[in-house]
Nanobody, 130 residues
Framework: QVQLVESGGRLVQAGDSLRLSCAASGGTFRKYDFGWFRQAPGKERDFVATITWPAKRTATFYADSIKGRATISGDGDKATVYLQMNSLTPEDTAVYYC?????????????????????WGQGTQVTVAS
């Protein structure tokens, strides 16, 4: 059973940068695909970014809404996944969730749907003021 704990969310100003962290425990880190999702008030939970580790490489994929402004990365020694976001706008305001799923064919597919992930954190609030 994998446990995920997000941190790093806070109130920022438009144009600021922010790094979110997701600490994972209870599983072998690089045997899982990780994803970041976000949910704004009254809206569905949307995919943001995903990372997987095929053959000791790193493979990432981003939603169009964040592409070019965000970087997902992972630190195996710390068993932590990060989401660095830049040039934040009020439209980025949401609760950000970290998710994980067992990786079977890493790098062959990117998983962007909520139902594809088995483990979820509690979320961290990001608020971007205009």
């Amino acid at each position: 059973q994998v446990q995920l704990v997000e941190s790093g969310g806070r109130l920022v100003q438009a144009g600021d940068s922010l790094r979110l962290s997701c600490a994972a425990s209870g599983g072998t880190f690089r045997k899982y695909d990780f994803g970041w999702f976000r949910q704004a008030p009254g809206k569905e939970r949307d995919f943001v970014a995903t990372i997987t580790w095929p053959a000791k490489r790193t493979a990432t994929f981003y939603a169009d809404s964040i592409k070019g402004r965000a970087t997902i990365s992972g630190d195996g020694d710390k068993a932590t996944v990060y989401l660095q976001m830049n040039s934040l706008t009020p439209e980025d305001t949401a609760v950000y969730y970290c998710a994980a799923k067992r990786s079977y064919l890493p790098g062959t597919s990117y998983f962007t749907r909520v139902w594809e992930y088995d483990y979820w954190g509690q979320g961290t609030q990001v608020t971007v003021a205009s």
